[in-house]
């Protein structure tokens, strides 16, 4: 158990279907991010919120949604997605660099199929 | 830009035998470097980073690694390989002159299978 928890841990979802997939930190982290893996593929960064301000991957499109409500909880919403979203979305915490940050912890991931 | 690359997509290794991972990164300033494991349907296990000082870490596991910084490399071993230690490997690099939001960037991941 790393202290960042996700959920679910699996998503079926139709292409027209709304969910958001849920993380949630507690290490005392002040940075959060979201990566995809699909397979055969390096991880891939999409956002960051990072004391408060967000940065964001700009190749990711626009049907992902992330939210950072405070430090602790990240969100990230999903609507009209494409079969090749299908992937393994991992939330990660760390320190964030300017405060002396260093490695980054992850959750278990999301098993997401868009069908 | 930064970027890590890990050339091998599979290494095998017999039980028992020393096992080596590799990893080359590039930066624009000082590296900070990573290794994570991955067990099937899981998430990444943090193994041993670098930031400043010996060039030999040691981390979980009985893992190690070393920089190197004239090749820029930072590849990943163990004295003894264990059945156990059969996963999926990243080397990740984070830039030392990062700006606020920087995270880190994975390489491509190297599965390590160990025989009995």
């Known amino acids: 158990e790393t202290g960042v928890t996700q959920t679910p841990r699996h998503l079926v979802m139709g292409m027209t279907n709304k969910k958001s997939l849920k993380c949630e930190q507690h290490?005392?982290?002040?940075?959060m991010y979201w990566y995809k893996q699909s397979a055969k593929k390096p991880l891939e960064l999409m956002f960051v919120y990072s004391l408060e301000e967000r940065v964001e991957n700009n190749s990711v499109p626009s049907r992902f949604s992330p939210e950072c409500p405070n430090s602790s909880h990240l969100f990230l919403h999903l609507h009209t997605l494409q079969p090749e979203d299908s992937a393994l979305y991992l939330c990660?915490?760390?320190?964030?660099?300017?405060?002396?940050?260093?490695?980054?912890?992850f959750g278990q991931g999301t098993r997401l199929t868009v069908v | 830009a930064q970027s890590v690359a890990q050339p091998e997509d599979q290494v095998n290794v017999a039980e028992g035998n020393p096992l080596t991972v590799k990893c080359t990164y590039s930066?624009?300033?000082?590296?900070?470097l990573f290794w994570y494991v991955q067990y099937p349907n899981r998430g990444l296990q943090f193994l041993l980073k670098y930031i400043t000082g010996d060039n030999l870490v040691k981390g979980s596991y009985g893992f190690e690694a070393e920089f190197n910084k004239s090749q820029t490399s930072f590849h990943l071993k163990k004295p003894s390989a264990l059945v156990s230690d059969s996963a999926l490997y990243f080397c990740?690099?984070?830039?030392?002159?990062?700006?606020?939001?920087?995270?880190?960037?994975f390489g491509k991941g190297t599965t390590l299978s160990v025989s009995s």
């Open positions: 930066v624009s300033g000082n590296p900070y």
């Open positions: 290490l005392g982290h002040n940075a």
């Open positions: 990660a915490s760390s320190q964030a660099f300017r405060s002396g940050g260093t490695e980054a912890f």
């Open positions: 990740a690099v984070r830039d030392g002159m990062g700006q606020a939001g920087t995270a880190l960037i």
